[in-house]
């Protein structure tokens, strides 16, 4: 696979390091109590040495795939307003995801999928948006899946401020399919939803438009990292 420009500490994601995520056996071998193997996986993948940050790593992706997601993205696009978690956690979290991220191997695993629901005024923004030279950001870090069946059934369950401001009813099913990240990178290995294939997109992603294709309310858009 061809290499990315990345950062000087984070490498690239190789079938070699792949293999070594998809066959580890977190979710069999390793505990809440008892998670060695994890963290020493994720040491590995991050030339990081410090046991403690490792783990406030692994906090911060659980969280990220847990119940935070929706608080760590307000935060992350500065909205500090009606979180469920304690402000300062959710700082804490969103900083060690994006740190997290910018030292992990970087993804070049090949077409990634984002199931979402918006409103008609959502997604008229997110295609202006896109169209922009700036190019569209997903609000903060965002989950991905290689699985298309995934994102499928995620864009069933997308809970993003559901307000007068971003236009309602939600009624506009989309799948974003991006064939190529920049930066993100697999949490597999570490996601609270075990075998979905997901990958994690930094919050600084932006993404230029590169096709919409429509069946009613069903929108595919096809977006390419800028």
């Not at 007068?164 to 009813?169: Q, V, Y």
């Not at 697999?186 to 096709?211: F, P």
Request: proline share 1%; glycine share 6%; net charge positive.
């Amino acid at each position: 696979m061809a290499k990315g420009s990345g950062n000087t500490r984070g490498t690239n994601i190789t079938m070699e390091n792949l293999q070594v995520q998809m066959n580890h056996p977190k979710k069999q071998d390793d505990t809440w109590e008892d998670n060695s193997k994890t963290i020493g996986l994720l040491k590995q993948l991050t030339s990081i040495k410090s046991d403690k940050l490792a783990k406030d790593y692994l906090d911060a992706v659980e969280k990220f795939t847990g119940t935070y997601s929706y608080d760590i993205r307000k935060v992350q696009s500065g909205d500090y307003t009606d979180l469920d978690y304690d402000k300062k956690e959710v700082k804490k979290a969103a900083k060690n995801l994006e740190e997290f991220i910018k030292l992990s191997p970087k993804w070049e695993g090949g077409i990634t999928y984002r199931g979402i629901t918006l409103s008609e005024k959502e997604l008229n923004d997110f295609i202006s948006d896109a169209k922009s030279t700036k190019g569209v950001s997903m609000r903060g870090a965002s989950s991905w899946s290689t699985n298309r069946d995934v994102a499928d059934n995620a864009m069933m369950y997308f809970d993003y401020d559901s307000v007068d401001k971003f236009g309602n009813p939600k009624n506009c099913r989309v799948i974003l399919r991006c064939k190529k990240q920049k930066y993100a990178t697999s949490i597999d290995y570490l996601s609270v939803n075990y075998g979905q294939d997901e990958v994690v997109a930094s919050s600084r992603a932006r993404y230029k438009l590169v096709q919409v294709r429509n069946s009613g309310d069903n929108y595919f858009i096809d977006i390419e990292a800028k």
